[in-house]
């Protein structure tokens, strides 16, 4: 399994500022990935964070908005830009560890970031 | 189209009893894998089980097991002996393809135990 860990836990912001969400995973992994949840909505996929090359954004989702970073096999960064509140979700990250055999194949998150814009 | 349909979104269930959590996918590919995952109302993602589609055996993780009919394209979510700490709502998802890590969610299923 895998440690995820993400900062903040939560935050409540103002409309316009930015917040960037930090995601620390005590593995080395080749990607990680940014989801969205809107209140009592499911998850959906913002980007695949790929280290030591730029994010592939779902449609919907643009980097101008969500710029991501991953400076390293470990971490990642999501900025949620110039936020609105129907930017008020919960942010989680992601990590796929793929196993010798098909029931090893765990996918897991972080806690998540509860982010309330107002 | 969607392609993961969880059509109850909301179940009531007895301590102790069993409950079934419906999923149905939707995939043109031979390789795939199904995941449960349960979200209590902390909103962290906790991973119950996951199913790959060359498994011949349902997949089985304590009191949680998955019933798995292919040719139905449906991956059922069983929960035996149902505890108070299982109230939560509870998500299916898909993987497709073997290249491809991205999770397809389906809406979830709020499930509450009852005392």
């Known amino acids: 399994s895998a440690v995820i860990s993400q900062k903040p836990s939560r935050d409540i912001c103002q409309r316009g500022t930015s917040l960037t969400i930090q995601c620390q995973v005590d593995?080395?992994?080749?990607?990680m990935f940014w989801y969205r949840q809107q209140p009592g909505q499911s998850l959906t996929l913002i980007a695949t964070?790929?280290?030591?090359?730029?994010?592939?954004?779902e449609s919907g989702f643009v980097i101008d908005k969500f710029p991501i970073s991953r400076p390293n096999l470990t971490f990642s960064t999501l900025t949620v830009s110039n936020m609105s509140p129907e930017d008020s979700s919960i942010y989680l990250c992601?990590?796929?560890?793929?196993?010798?055999?098909?029931?090893?194949?765990?996918?897991?998150f972080g806690p998540g970031t509860r982010l309330t814009v107002l | 189209a969607q392609k993961i349909t969880q059509t109850q979104p909301g179940m009531f269930v007895q301590e102790k009893e069993a409950v079934t959590l419906d999923c149905t996918y939707d995939?043109?590919?031979?390789?795939?894998?199904l995941f449960w995952y349960k979200q209590p109302s902390s909103g962290e993602m906790i991973f119950l089980i996951y199913?790959?589609?060359?498994?011949?055996q349902n997949a089985t993780e304590g009191r949680y097991s998955l019933n798995f009919q292919k040719a139905r394209k449906s991956a059922n979510l069983v929960i035996s002996a149902s505890q108070l700490g299982d109230s939560a709502m509870y998500f299916c998802?898909?993987?497709?393809?073997?290249?491809?890590?991205?999770?397809?969610f389906g809406a979830g299923t709020t499930v509450t135990v009852r005392a």
């Open positions: 992601s990590v796929f560890f793929p196993g010798a055999g098909l029931a090893n194949n765990e996918q897991f």
């Open positions: 593995s080395q992994v080749t990607m």
């Open positions: 964070a790929n280290q030591g090359s730029e994010a592939t954004y």
């Open positions: 995939t043109s590919d031979q390789s795939y894998g």
């Open positions: 199913q790959g589609s060359y498994d011949e």
């Open positions: 998802a898909m993987r497709e393809g073997r290249d491809s890590d991205k999770l397809s």
